[in-house]
T-cell receptor, first 108, second 115 residues
Framework: GIQVEQSPPDLILQEGANSTLRCNFS?????LQWFHQNPWGQLINLFY???GTKQNGRLSATTVATERYSLLYISSSQTTDSGVYFC??????????FGSGTRLSIRP | NAGVMQNPRHLVRRRGQEARLRCSPM?????VYWYRQLPEEGLKFMVY????????ESGMPKERFSAEFPKEGPSILRIQQVVRGDSAAYFC?????????????FGPGTRLTVL
C-alpha cells in the first residue's frame, strides 16, 4: 500500500533555532500537503505542494516528486510552532494518506 | 468565506449511546471527507461523500458507523452503540472537486469521549 514516512518522529529545539522535517512517500504524488496540529488539536493547512517550493513567512516547503520526498523548513522557531507536523499525500481514490507526524517542541 | 465547520467540538457519551457529528463544508465545496485520529496517532481516512452519495467508504468500520451528506444540510457521521474504543478526534475535510490532486481543507474536529 501507499506509504508516507516522516522523520524525525520527535524534535526538541530552543527558541530561535531552525529545523527541517522530512516526508518520504512510496509512490508518485499529485497532492502533497503539510499540516500543523497545535497543542489544542486544531489542524492547520500549511502548504499544498505537489511539487516545487513555496514560502510563507518563516516556513517554507519543497517537494521533489521525482525523488519522492518533501521537506518542511521552519526558521527562527517560536514556542507557538510547537505541535505535531503532518504531511499527507493524495491517493488515486481522492482520500489523502497521512504520515505519523513529527512532534516538535520549542523550548523558550 | 467561512472555513469547514464542525459541531459539536466536544462530545461525551456513555457506552451504548449514539453519537452524531456534523460537518458543514466550505462554501462552494461539494465533497466531504471524514477522518479519525486515535490518541497519539495520525489521521486515518474513513469515508468520502458527495451530496446524497457515498463515494468511498473503505475506511469505515463495518458495524455501528454510518455517514450521510443530504441534499440540504450538513454531513453527518453517526456512531451507534458507542464503545470506549470510539474515543477519538473526528475531522471533516472538504474540497471543491473529488479529484485525487485536490487540496483538502480541514475543520477543527469533534473530540468524542466515551465513558
Amino acid at each position: 500500500g501507499i506509504q508516507v514516512e516522516q522523520s524525525p518522529p520527535d524534535l526538541i529545539l530552543q527558541e530561535g533555532a531552525n529545523s527541517t522535517l522530512r516526508c518520504n512517500f512510496s509512490d508518485s504524488v499529485n497532492n502533497l500537503q503539510w499540516f500543523h496540529q497545535n497543542p489544542w488539536g486544531q489542524l492547520i493547512n500549511l502548504f499544498y505542494i505537489p511539487s516545487g517550493t513555496k514560502q510563507n513567512g518563516r516556513l517554507s516547503a519543497t517537494t521533489v516528486a521525482t525523488e519522492r520526498y518533501s521537506l518542511l523548513y521552519i526558521s527562527s522557531s517560536q514556542t507557538t510552532d510547537s505541535g505535531v507536523y503532518f504531511c499527507a499525500r493524495g491517493s488515486s481514490a481522492s482520500k489523502i494518506i497521512f504520515g505519523s507526524g513529527t512532534r516538535l517542541s520549542i523550548r523558550p | 468565506n467561512a472555513g469547514v465547520m464542525q459541531n459539536p467540538r466536544h462530545l461525551v457519551r456513555r457506552r451504548g449511546q449514539e453519537a452524531r457529528l456534523r460537518c458543514s463544508p466550505m462554501k462552494g465545496h461539494s465533497h466531504v471527507y471524514w477522518y479519525r485520529q486515535l490518541p497519539e496517532e495520525g489521521l486515518k481516512f474513513m469515508v468520502y461523500l458527495q451530496k446524497e452519495n457515498i463515494i468511498d467508504e473503505s475506511g469505515m468500520p463495518k458495524e455501528r458507523f454510518s455517514a450521510e451528506f443530504p441534499k440540504e444540510g450538513p454531513s453527518i457521521l453517526r456512531i451507534q452503540q458507542v464503545v470506549r474504543g470510539d474515543s477519538a478526534a473526528y475531522f471533516c475535510a472538504s474540497s471543491t472537486a473529488g479529484r485525487s490532486g485536490d487540496e483538502q481543507f480541514f475543520g477543527p474536529g469533534t473530540r468524542l469521549t466515551v465513558l
